[in-house]
């Protein structure tokens, strides 16, 4: 432990590397294994966990307000999930990237503000600045989304089972499930739709919440 008051807490727990000031500050011992093998690297990184364990925590404030009791997270970036807490299995590296994640498991968000406003959706994959980014007053409590490309699919609020490939493609879908959209802004009107097919640059559906569309072409250029 390296910094000032890192692992301040920390009594009988094993394993650890608290490097920075008030790195794992709160790290306690629970029951098996609870508080052990974590490492803690960068000013207050997971300065409120608790008994979480196994855990690859780096930059500055990274899960910095979150009292963790999660496992097995890999997670890098200056407030990357901030306000974390018994979420596991996740990967998260990025400014801000799911900053306002707390339960989830088995997501990944890679890039700047990619999954910010994810707070328990699960087995999520956002990789690219802003994407999958959220609904900004509730959160983001969809499962099995795939965002792939800036700011994709980045309105997302409860949807699942969609995919949204290229910059800007979905990008003001909240709440369908089972969309695909791939091409930059394809798809880009769908609000709450489902089952719709978006294919090319700037192809839009003819409607903002039907479901079972399906279109492919360029602009208003349309070959299906």
Known sequence: MIGYKAGHCADEVLCNVMIGRCAGFCTVCGTTCQGDTNVYIG???AKHATTAFENIVIGDRTV???????????????EAACNFTSGEYNVFFGTSAAGDATTGKSNVALGPFAGRKLSTGCWNTFV???????????????H???????TAICS???GEHNIGIGHWSGKVLTS?????????????????????????CNVELASATGSS????????????
């Open 43 to 45: 000013n207050e990184a």
């Open 64 to 78: 910095g307000n979150g009292a963790m009791t999660g496992k097995r997270n890999i997670i890098m970036g200056w």
């Open 128 to 142: 690219g600045a802003y994407s999958g980014y959220g609904n900004a007053s509730s959160g983001g409590t969809g």
């Open 144 to 150: 099995y989304n795939t965002a792939l490309g800036v």
């Open 156 to 158: 997302l609020q409860g």
């Open 176 to 200: 369908g499930g089972e969309n695909i959209f791939i091409g930059r802004s394809a798809g880009d009107n769908v609000t709450t739709g489902s089952k719709n097919i978006a294919i090319g």
């Open 213 to 224: 569309q399906m279109i492919i072409g360029n602009g208003t250029s349309w070959w299906i």
